[in-house]
């Protein structure tokens, strides 16, 4: 069993989220709900401060402008400067040839410590063939697990794969995580709040990257499970699953003990 929950809640991270219009409450309250600190700020005048100021910095593109843009880019780097590690939520990223480049733009200019997405994200930042629906995952086909280990090893971070059963690769290992409930993909912002957690958690970790991350997405994916056991219907769900976020502790969830090696 690992203690990274209880070490996340005593040290209580500042979590620094550059997000979108749609989700920045439910966002703020789970990470609340979590036990981390959430603070929501895009202004280029005091980004680089805040995510010097931060322990991780969350970078997402739901409902990016041309500012927003610049002051991410600007955040990112500052992050980069103290240390901290940087998530990169490329929403929506095969919707828009704006968001595209704006993905190209900060995987060129920031070193981004995890990319979490849906499969239709991946897909754009891949280059494969995908038939993109907005913010949601959409419909192709391609071999997860080797997609998204090529973009871990293209731009040398984390890459999160999330759905039915999320992927995780850091290009040489890969881990599969199952569990969670489909009412979590019809509830908007699942996916956005899961990358600000992966940041508290990836802030919280002192040992291997891919293990924190490995556990934020078991701790959510169980208490997505748990969560629909009180009510699988959207409304009802909301709630109880930001009780659970507060309520799981290290000994209600289970990171995978092996990660599988990937060929490059
Ligand atoms: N069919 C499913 N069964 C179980 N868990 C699921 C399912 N779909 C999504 N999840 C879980 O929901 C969470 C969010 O993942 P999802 O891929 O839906 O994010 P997303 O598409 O980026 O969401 P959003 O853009 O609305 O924030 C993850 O923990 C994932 O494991
Ligand atoms: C619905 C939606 N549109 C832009 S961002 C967002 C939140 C889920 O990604
Ligand atoms: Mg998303």
């Not at 989220?17 to 280029?44: E, H, K, W, Y």
């Not at 900060?106 to 280059?127: C, D, F, M, Q, Y």
């Not at 509830?187 to 958690?201: E, K, P, R």
Request: aromatic share 4%.
């Amino acid at each position: 069993m690992s203690n990274l929950l209880s070490e996340l809640r005593e040290r209580r991270p500042l979590v620094h989220c550059m997000t979108n219009i749609v989700v920045a409450n439910f966002q703020a309250n789970g990470l609340l709900a979590l036990g981390a600190s959430p603070v929501m700020a895009d202004a280029r005048e005091e980004v680089e401060e805040m995510a010097a100021a931060a322990s991780c910095t969350v970078l997402n593109i739901g409902t990016l402008h041309r500012e927003s843009l610049e002051a991410m880019e600007m955040a990112g780097k500052a992050a980069n400067g103290a240390g901290n590690p940087v998530v990169l939520d490329p929403v929506g990223a095969g919707a828009t040839r704006f968001r595209r480049d704006a993905v190209s733009r900060l995987l060129g200019s920031v070193n981004i410590t995890l990319i979490r997405g849906n499969t239709g994200e991946l897909a754009a930042l891949a280059g494969v063939d995908w038939k993109a629906s907005g913010v949601d995952a959409g419909d192709g086909e391609m071999d997860v697990e080797t997609v998204a280990a090529q973009v871990a090893r293209n731009y040398d971070c984390l890459v999160a794969v999330t759905g039915a059963t999320d992927v995780l690769t850091d290009g040489k290992r890969t881990m599969r995580i199952s569990g969670g409930h489909p009412v979590m993909s019809r509830i908007t912002g699942s996916g956005c709040l899961l990358s600000a957690v992966c940041g508290a958690f990836l802030a919280a970790g002192k040992g291997d990257p891919f293990h924190s991350v490995a556990a934020a997405l078991a701790f959510y994916k169980a208490a997505g499970k748990r969560a629909a056991e009180v009510s699988s219907l959207p409304g009802s769900f909301l709630p109880a699953f930001m009780d659970q976020l507060a309520l799981i502790g290290d000994r209600d969830f289970t990171v995978p003990e092996s990660a599988k090696e990937v060929r490059a």
